[in-house]
């Protein structure tokens, strides 16, 4: 490993601040890389694995999970390009045979739907249907059963099924598999010659990280590690922290001396980070992108999570920057989340304000308190101090309905800010932006939080 004193500056504390965030929460590896003023900067800290560890450097493979997302809608719009897709073009006119639960939204749903997390029915499901040609076909089928939570085009909830559909799209399209695509569209145009696939033999050759989970002191590997085959377009990704500068200078339109040509136009990736939904807290969502703002920049970003990996990237163009972050734990989530703060401070001086907290009374809280549940997550809401604490309720069904829950998360206190507007106060929610929905009758419907709309189920007994 690179000695920290030898790196640029304003790299080198970025890296000394990770490093130490690692081993107070004991992170066993991770990888960062960094675009800025035309130079890429990248490391590689602590081991791949702690039952074989083999020393991370900016070359190995890490699983970089919903970043895969961009990379879908990425050669979505390059079929907009080539006038093969229309993105408000009923999804039915491409998929014939397609069926939703809901007749109305079936006849509706469009690209721009799926692309923006604005579907509407249950956004979390994971199944391994092998790893034949027809693995995501067979996944389609069977989302035609999940119900429809909110009505099409309503309400912004994140959800991973809208991207099985989307990669469906692209294998119609293209008539190849979703793999092949993105390879001939992205990574072979721009020389991403370190990202790959699940199955893929080619990882049997490169150093690649497996996850890990955190139970108290201890710290186990996440089995399984593969995700299966159906879901590579919501999150299958194996990349390294050079291959996604790669990408991320192809985003801010720098060129690159691996791209033989860039798979989109300038205005083509400008499109791409147009307002089109408001997503709470988390900012607004353009096609694939997160947009926030700090101190006068625009910036874009997605995260990535699978079993015991977390992964953050994040570009500025405006300033011609790029960062990204991937690490090997569930924990890393905590680094991942504040990965852009610490960026922004180190980089450009600026700090990302957190809002002043209001603390209601019992009485007050007692409305919200309750359960909120989703197949894959649900937690109930209890009153506290002026504030409501989130007990985890763990659940499986991830990567197929049949995996056991991950560990349950610790109690984390939220705190109202504005009215049905919520932030965390604890790791591993510290500074999560939660919001209350309502129906028409003014009650308590949904909590999103962590991107997805949560039903309100019932009161819980308090003893």
């Given at each position: 490993?690179?000695?920290?004193?030898?790196?640029?500056?304003?790299?080198?504390?970025?890296?000394?601040?990770?490093?130490?965030?690692?081993?107070?929460?004991?992170?066993?590896?991770?990888?960062?890389?960094?675009?800025?003023?035309?130079?890429?900067?990248?490391?590689?800290?602590?081991?791949?694995?702690?039952?074989?560890?083999?020393?991370?450097?900016?070359?190995?493979?890490?699983?970089?999970?919903?970043?895969?997302?961009?990379?879908?809608?990425?050669?979505?719009?390059?079929?907009?390009?080539?006038?093969?897709?229309?993105?408000?073009?009923?999804?039915?006119?491409?998929?014939?045979?397609?069926?939703?639960?809901?007749?109305?939204?079936?006849?509706?749903?469009?690209?721009?739907?799926?692309?923006?997390?604005?579907?509407?029915?249950?956004?979390?499901?994971?199944?391994?249907?092998?790893?034949?040609?027809?693995?995501?076909?067979?996944?389609?089928?069977?989302?035609?059963?999940?119900?429809?939570?909110?009505?099409?085009?309503?309400?912004?909830?994140?959800?991973?099924?809208?991207?099985?559909?989307?990669?469906?799209?692209?294998?119609?399209?293209?008539?190849?598999?979703?793999?092949?695509?993105?390879?001939?569209?992205?990574?072979?145009?721009?020389?991403?010659?370190?990202?790959?696939?699940?199955?893929?033999?080619?990882?049997?050759?490169?150093r690649f990280v497996v996850g890990h989970w955190k139970t108290g002191k201890r710290v186990t590997v996440a089995r399984p590690w593969a995700i299966g085959r159906a879901g590579n377009p919501v999150g299958g990704a194996l990349s390294t922290v050079r291959d996604l500068l790669i990408y991320a200078r192809f985003q801010l339109g720098a060129?690159?001396?691996?791209?033989?040509?860039?798979?989109?136009?300038?205005?083509?990736?400008?499109?791409?980070?147009?307002?089109?939904?408001?997503?709470?807290?988390?900012?607004?969502?353009?096609?694939?992108?997160?947009?926030?703002?700090?101190?006068?920049?625009?910036?874009?970003?997605?995260?990535?999570?699978?079993?015991?990996?977390?992964?953050?990237?994040?570009?500025?163009?405006?300033?011609?920057?790029?960062?990204?972050?991937?690490?090997?734990?569930?924990?890393?989530?905590?680094?991942?989340?504040?990965?852009?703060?610490?960026?922004?401070?180190?980089?450009?001086?600026?700090?990302?304000?957190?809002?002043?907290?209001?603390?209601?009374?019992?009485?007050?809280?007692?409305?919200?308190?309750?359960?909120?549940?989703?197949?894959?997550?649900?937690?109930?809401?209890?009153?506290?101090?002026?504030?409501?604490?989130?007990?985890?309720?763990?659940?499986?069904?991830?990567?197929?309905?049949?995996?056991?829950?991950?560990?349950?998360?610790?109690?984390?206190?939220?705190?109202?800010?504005?009215?049905?507007?919520?932030?965390?106060?604890?790791?591993?929610?510290?500074?999560?932006?939660?919001?209350?929905?309502?129906?028409?009758?003014?009650?308590?419907?949904?909590?999103?939080?962590?991107?997805?709309?949560?039903?309100?189920?019932?009161?819980?007994?308090?003893?």
């Open positions: 490993m690179i000695p920290l004193e030898v790196l640029e500056a304003n790299f080198q504390r970025l890296c000394e601040r990770i490093q130490s965030e690692m081993k107070r929460l004991k992170v066993p590896g991770a990888a960062v890389g960094v675009y800025h003023e035309g130079q890429e900067h990248t490391l590689g800290l602590g081991r791949t694995s702690v039952e074989n560890p083999l020393r991370v450097t900016s070359e190995t493979l890490f699983q970089i999970g919903s970043i895969t997302k961009t990379f879908t809608g990425t050669v979505l719009m390059r079929l907009v390009e080539e006038g093969r897709l229309d993105l408000d073009t009923p999804l039915r006119k491409i998929l014939p045979k397609f069926k939703m639960a809901d007749p109305d939204v079936e006849k509706r749903v469009t690209t721009r739907h799926l692309l923006t997390h604005t579907g509407g029915w249950q956004g979390d499901y994971f199944d391994d249907f092998g790893n034949g040609d027809d693995a995501l076909q067979k996944m389609v089928k069977r989302i035609r059963k999940l119900p429809q939570i909110t009505p099409l085009g309503s309400c912004w909830s994140y959800c991973n099924t809208g991207f099985n559909l989307a990669g469906r799209v692209i294998e119609v399209l293209t008539e190849r598999p979703y793999e092949q695509a993105i390879r001939d569209y992205l990574f072979a145009p721009l020389g991403m010659h370190q990202s790959f696939f699940y199955p893929d033999d080619a990882i049997l050759t490169h060129s690159t001396e691996t791209a033989t040509q860039p798979p989109l136009r300038r205005e083509t990736l400008e499109a791409m980070r147009v307002e089109q939904a408001d997503a709470g807290g988390r900012g607004k969502m353009g096609l694939t992108w997160f947009i926030r703002q700090a101190g006068g920049l625009q910036i874009y970003s997605h995260g990535g999570a699978t079993r015991g990996q977390q992964a953050a990237f994040h570009f500025i163009p405006q300033k011609n920057f790029a960062a990204v972050l991937l690490t090997n734990s569930e924990t890393g989530g905590i680094l991942t989340d504040s990965f852009l703060a610490w960026t922004l401070e180190t980089y450009f001086d600026l700090t990302l304000p957190l809002p002043q907290t209001l603390p209601k009374s019992e009485d007050e809280l007692t409305e919200y308190v309750g359960r909120y549940d989703l197949p894959l997550s649900a937690f109930d809401l209890l009153p506290g101090d002026g504030v409501l604490i989130k007990k985890d309720i763990p659940r499986g069904g991830f990567p197929t309905p049949q995996s056991p829950p991950a560990p349950p998360e610790p109690d984390v206190r939220l705190a109202f800010y504005d009215t049905d507007r919520v932030i965390g106060l604890d790791e591993p929610r510290k500074g999560a932006f939660g919001e209350f929905l309502r129906d028409e009758n003014g009650k308590v419907r949904f909590l999103r939080l962590g991107g997805r709309l949560h039903p309100k189920l019932e009161s819980i007994l308090m003893t």
